[in-house]
């Protein structure tokens, strides 16, 4: 039997079969004159009224609540159901191998997802609709004959034209005059579709051909089938070429997943295997509304009650202790859920994660909320923490963690300020030791940074930049060079220009690297700090960092450099486990390494004493050159391995 039509199973089985038509609801979803006393009834009273109907008769043999999957829509969750009617339709379903090739000739990134695409384009059953019956939208600039059942359309030179309130340019070419115009408005990835032609002006006087085909396409992965293909499609069909050269695929952001307290007697009756409408309730109010008619499973493992439901958003894994008021922990993933169960529970489907919309979610996860709480640089530096290509939960510990961030990066500058105030710092005749090896630090992360901004890996790049200004600069560099410039009278004048000139450098350069995460905390360091000196009128106007490429010998500078910067961390671990205060004298340091190996402590000598606090250290001479050893008496040795 074939029911016209809940999906789209049933369209392909009706044309397959040469089935009769008959339309049983109308366009409002009320049944028409097919069904008889229930014409005019919406679809779910028609249901329970053939219900009680079938009851009254002795026809119903038995009713019992069932699952199943129904095509619902993604927004409002209403039943769908499939309506014949005239649409405009673009071919594709003959163009399937040649639309594959074109995403051949574009770099994806991820890679992994053209693989989505191709799934999509080798799956296609049907040509792609492009009409909607909707208020807003494009119209058709079409005019139908009501005579002979052709069209008319408009003139390039009268476009833009609104088919139900403007003349129809000309006749129909039987010569009749009886037009109407076109109800439907196009698809919105019909015109989305275009935005790279719109872009460089297809048609217009001023076209500029040149950017075409453009250089990127930044999108989320849920359009891949949608936004990506139909670009791709009409890019294909018009000018026969790609439609931009790169496309760069992010995720979306998903609901963040809180947990919830349990009473105790919902807990006992846990603990006797039973499952309550009161928990049900619990699990809707806290954010987990199941699915009508979802089953729940609970299983025992190891003095653990697992719950295993199906909410309306995805499958969810719940773990609940026993004799415990909370539950501990959530699993989106069956794979988790499954070694914590021990591979002894039954699973179901597992559904993908939703995205936070504004139906479901309201403002209690709104940008505006978030960015009056934690500004647009938070807000902008936690999206930038998601891989390419995957989704991103909200969580907003996250969000605390950015806020602190974006202190730490101001009290940093704040303090390089102190330092560097007045003339540009020059580069003094000798670089210190370890500002060179800073420096060298500098230019690897503008290689790694840039490296991945070029493949659009934008968290990665970021990652780069972090370790270097959080790691190097604010919890080495700073805390070494202190001495240098709090205690001038102690070092030299080129001593301390080669601190000023490494101040400087490196917070111009940390400030460009971060400037497309953060550009407004960046914009605002850099008026304070720069603008004078550096002459642009905003950071945003500055080019990209390049390397400084200061340093001859790079290989022995980075050796040594972090062997200085091993010995310093060996030495701030013994004065916790000591539960020493960093700023504590720690009377000796010994370190055992090859006599071809002491020089390169030896240049970071009166650095290690004066930043570690440090009453004297000893070498000791050690047969492997590849290794230093790090002894401080009564604790364990520490082992540092060169690179060369």
Not at 277 to 288: D, M, P, S, V, W
Not at 610 to 623: M, P, R
């Amino acid at each position: 039997m074939c029911c016209t039509f809940g999906d789209r199973q049933d369209v392909e089985w009706w044309r397959s079969k040469n089935l009769e038509l008959k339309l049983a609801i109308t366009e409002d979803g009320r049944m028409t004159d097919l069904a008889g006393k229930y014409k005019g009834l919406p679809i779910r009273e028609a249901r329970r009224a053939i219900l009680e109907d079938l009851k009254k008769n002795g026809l119903l043999l038995e009713q019992k609540a069932i699952v199943h999957e129904v095509q619902t829509h993604e927004r409002c969750g209403t039943e769908i159901e499939f309506l014949t009617r005239p649409q405009w339709m673009i071919r594709v379903l003959d163009a399937k191998e040649a639309l594959i090739q074109q995403a051949d000739k574009i770099n994806w990134y991820p890679p992994f997802m053209k693989n989505r695409y191709i799934n999509w384009v080798e799956n296609l059953a049907w040509d792609w609709c492009i009409s909607r019956q909707r208020f807003f939208g494009v119209p058709f600039p079409v005019w139908h004959c009501q005579d002979c059942g052709k069209f008319v359309l408009a003139e390039d030179k009268d476009l833009p034209v609104d088919p139900l309130t403007d003349p129809a340019p000309k006749s129909c070419e039987c010569g009749s005059s009886n037009l109407k115009g076109d109800p439907d408005v196009m698809d919105t990835w019909a015109t989305s579709s275009l935005t790279p032609a719109i872009n460089w002006k297809w048609g217009e006087k001023d076209e500029m051909r040149e950017l075409h085909p453009m250089s990127l396409r930044p999108q989320a992965h849920e359009i891949i089938r949608t936004w990506a293909f139909y670009t791709i499609t009409k890019s294909y069909y018009h000018f026969q070429d790609i439609p931009w050269k790169n496309i760069a695929i992010s995720g979306f952001v998903t609901p963040p997943r809180e947990l919830f307290s349990l009473p105790k007697k919902l807990i006992s009756d846990l603990n006797q295997g039973k499952v309550s409408k009161a928990l049900l309730r619990i699990f809707e109010q806290n954010g987990y509304p199941l699915l009508e008619g979802a089953q729940i499973e609970v299983l025992e493992k190891n003095g653990r009650w697992f719950i295993f439901c199906e909410t309306e958003e995805a499958s969810q894994y719940f773990l609940i202790r026993k004799d415990s008021k909370k539950v501990p922990q959530v699993y989106d993933g069956e794979e988790e859920a499954r070694k914590r169960a021990g591979g002894h529970a039954k699973f179901i489907k597992k559904r993908g994660k939703a995205k936070i919309s504004k139906s479901k979610h309201g403002d209690k996860y709104s940008p505006i909320g978030l960015l009056e709480k934690y500004s647009a640089d938070g807000l902008r530096l936690w999206a930038s923490s998601a891989p390419l290509g995957s989704d991103l939960p909200l969580n907003l510990d996250d969000f605390e963690q950015n806020k602190r961030f974006l202190t730490k990066i101001w009290n940093a500058f704040r303090f390089a300020d102190i330092h560097i105030q007045g003339e540009k710092p020059q580069k003094p005749d000798q670089l210190e030791a370890i500002d060179g090896y800073i420096l060298l630090r500098l230019d690897e992360t503008i290689e790694y940074a840039t490296r991945y901004f070029e493949e659009y890996d934008y968290r990665t790049a970021r990652l780069q930049i972090d370790q270097f200004f959080k790691s190097t600069f604010c919890d080495d560099y700073i805390e070494i060079v202190k001495d240098r410039l709090y205690n001038k009278d102690q070092y030299s004048q080129n001593a301390l220009d080669s601190a000023r000139f490494t101040l400087y450098q490196c917070g111009f350069h940390i400030l460009r690297l971060y400037s497309p995460f953060i550009p407004h905390i960046t914009e605002e360091l850099y008026q304070i700090l720069y603008r004078d000196r550096e002459g642009l009128d905003s950071i945003h106007l500055a080019s990209w960092p390049e390397k400084l490429d200061l340093v001859a010998d790079k290989e022995e500078v980075l050796d040594s450099g972090r062997a200085f910067i091993s010995a310093l961390y060996y030495i701030r671990k013994i004065k916790g486990n000591r539960k020493m205060s960093l700023k504590d004298i720690l009377p000796s340091l010994r370190i055992s390494c090859h006599p071809e190996k002491k020089g390169l402590f030896e240049k970071y000598l009166e650095n290690l004493k004066a930043t570690g606090k440090v009453e004297n250290i000893e070498f000791l001479d050690s047969e492997k050159k590849q290794e230093a050893r790090f002894i401080v008496e009564g604790e364990a040795e520490e082992i540092f391995e060169f690179l060369y």
